[in-house]
């Protein structure tokens, strides 16, 4: 008998309130970190100064934010996107427990809610909840995304179902704690000067002033998420329906412009950041294909207080993705990503 | 004076009986670990989730068999087939000890037969047989293969000779032993539900449903593991001799998709494997190059006992590569690789 | 507002006797470690076998001269070379305390002289000391380099500046004590036979088989450097003046075809050296690009004793690089890479 396995699930398949333990599990190896961490260029430190994380109370390098993010969507990926037709947002994602080189993050994802589309019969929205935990059962990030899937078959009625209310899942950013004997400011010279809390106005817009082309790494390294979705690596998948999968071209992976713009905005507004608190919403607002150059810029929304924290201040942003296309001789600006972001940032006054 | 020293050996260079201790070694890194494990998507967790890999009695990720055999064969490759023509089977392939990160493998390589060909006078076959050591002098991997080699010069008499027999390496899949008291059974959602052994019927032929387009990552991985064939990573050799080297692209190392075909058969048939036992034959049997999508399929051929283990059983498969050719206007598949395996896998009357 | 940052100093931002203390630091992972050794296949078992690297005295795997010198060059890139339009010159670069995995690595550089170009306004060169040192404080590599900047502004006068001498620092080869205890012999069989202090001749030159394609691959190693430059990695930036970017292509970083030729000159030169003295003068004569296959050839200059290590001897050679580019029906050679680089390698006499 010929077997093909159906891969992931259709709109139909979903119940509300449904549970996933997602297969496999990921440990964070030299390997992932090195390609990550550096993929994305980030530029803070703690990722990758061992001396410099240890001497700020962590056991060792950090997963920077596009990683720890990464590690814990791809494993849903299977299980709840596979058949998607886009991810519509993601929301109120909030960080936990540092990610370090030897964890092992097992991800679960619950049932929100499932709405079918009011115009097109063949898909609708899945709304769930993902949270990932390490192997000592702390939650290293927890989110909440909206997603654009098929339905396997049109007939099939699909009613609007959802739970009363959201979940709530207990997740605060777990910082070492100040200790002035520490004595930070002695390493103080390998962050910027100017990128501390009281550095920062509201209004201010960085046009973070690098760029970063997309090669066909974004294969290799969406495989490294263990990310089975085919639009990104099925090159003949896509030859044979090319004007179902946008023109011909294999897709970008959301994963990797969201890891490419946290670090191009990292030396703008990141290397003095002690994490990231929470995503509040974002989204992939155009495609990345082979060849786009990727650009960021950061707006800052508000700064505030951190709530048992006088070292540290929360800085609200807006980080926005974008490339450029050209249209004839002209080249147009266009949107790929937004992302409300709120930062944990040092102050001068404790740290420098 | 100028030296140019040639590389590898030539079909008239080898005698029977020669003992070939192969340079340099290697220590499996985790940058090697996750480059290979990652790239091959394998989903066993096993060489994925340390606590998975804990808890199944093993000191840490195991290397997948795609990268144990790939870290054993590339080491012998500059002194069996630097000159070689083509890779013509695996035979007897044997995996032994597990891989873990930071074991250091070293290769020797006796020579079994070399046979001229008989009908053409620049060529002709070696047959070799293989055996990887770890630090401990453990054996994780022995096996014969036939290369078919180019003569340096045509006009050299080379006599058909062989060993009266191929010495035996014994050589056996170690595992660790079943104990209930580790519980398998909470893990039991790491993987899928319907991979156990009792799942399998013979007969089946399971079409894997994803496919991995080929980019030029394939030399940056070849080159990790030490594969110094020119025809991979040279295109300058091939631009001076186009007709020679088919048509005048680099050709994939053959390891690349006897990786991905394993990988791509792991959700299907591999998720609740304990290891590969046997490749009993292997053979590429079509080219890959960039661009080309890699798919696979996995015929049940024999179900049996696991001496001495009734928690596992061996199920013998074939496992089929292919890929898909334009002619013209439609695409004709084309058959790639080939490999009988026999697998070590778990019953779920004790795992789940 | 928006704020765009200034990236990197132009020409009139340079004083003489500035010292720049490099931000970030850089801690070698293993996935930093393969991605760079493997890519430049070195064949010294001392950066690949770690039972062999500790059977020498080593800790743990060394990296290859060509990865220290990339840890410790990129991270001076941002703050000394981020504005430049050529490196001009590497010179007495010495090599000091091994970088293990795990190692951290920081850095800082001395401005030793500023030069205005006496032919064009916008530009002039600046001759810098980069040191690194690891979390012990020892040295790893120290360096001069000349680098040719751009100036922001053309009006602005610049005046040819320098210090009276350029600072000493002490940096040595760190090499473990010979120990006849050590067996070195048992192990002679992973390296070449004929590769040791007393194959040398002077006024030999090797010219180095094998060849090696650059792939895009060299925009994901860059960035594993933090090398910040967008010549390499940001194609819009090009495309916007293709005049300026030499055509309208990428430049792969220099680092890359350096790393490369030091490994391609392994097997032949390199694999019974244990580290790089010095490299007395160094440069890139030729720019590579994506599709450029990289070759190379040693010429042996000069043999001489190591003072205080009977069992080694140092030999100067010339490395250098070049790879072929079509004219019409023909190929021709252009030199890339010119470095003068004394080795220190094992006497046959102590070794095998």
Request: a neutral charge.
């Amino acid at each position: 008998m010929l077997i093909r396995k159906k891969r992931g699930n259709f709109l139909e398949d979903f119940r509300v309130g449904q549970l996933f333990r997602h297969k496999v599990g990921k440990t964070a190896t030299e390997g992932l970190f090195n390609a990550f961490t550096e993929f994305g260029m980030t530029t803070n430190p703690l990722s990758k100064n061992l001396r410099y994380a240890q001497r700020y109370g962590f056991k060792g390098l950090i997963a920077p934010p596009g990683l720890v993010m990464n590690m814990v969507f791809s494993q849903s990926v299977e299980d709840i996107s596979e058949n998607a037709r886009a991810n519509l947002e993601y929301r109120d994602m909030r960080f936990g427990a540092p990610v370090y080189i030897g964890d092992t993050i097992e991800v679960e994802t619950t049932i929100v809610g499932v709405q079918p589309s009011s115009k097109e019969p063949d898909r609708g929205v899945v709304h769930v909840q993902t949270t990932g935990r390490n192997q000592d059962g702390a939650i290293v990030l927890t989110l909440q995304r909206k997603v654009q899937i098929w339905k396997d078959n049109q007939e099939t009625k699909v009613e609007a179902t959802a739970l009363n209310e959201v979940p709530a899942i207990p997740c605060d950013l777990q910082i070492p704690a100040y200790q002035e004997s520490r004595k930070y400011r002695e390493l103080a010279h390998l962050t910027n000067p100017d990128t501390y809390f009281e550095d920062f106005t509201v209004g201010d817009v960085f046009a973070h002033s690098r760029g970063r082309t997309v090669t066909t790494a974004h294969m290799e390294l969406t495989a490294m998420l263990d990310n089975t979705s085919q639009v990104h690596s099925n090159q003949y998948l896509v030859d044979q329906n090319p004007a179902k999968y946008i023109g011909g071209q294999l897709i970008v992976y959301g994963g990797i412009p969201f890891n490419l713009c946290l670090g191009l905005s990292c030396p703008d507004v990141g290397d003095n950041s002690v994490g990231d608190v929470c995503y509040i919403t974002g989204r992939h607002t155009g495609p990345v294909f082979v060849g786009d150059t990727v650009f960021a810029s950061t707006e800052i929304k508000d700064k505030r207080e951190y709530p048992g924290r006088p070292d540290l201040g929360i800085v609200s942003t807006i980080l926005r993705g974008h490339k450029f296309v050209k249209k004839g001789e002209t080249w147009e600006k266009m949107e790929i990503f937004y992302l409300e972001r709120d930062m944990a940032v040092k102050r001068r006054s404790h740290y420098a």
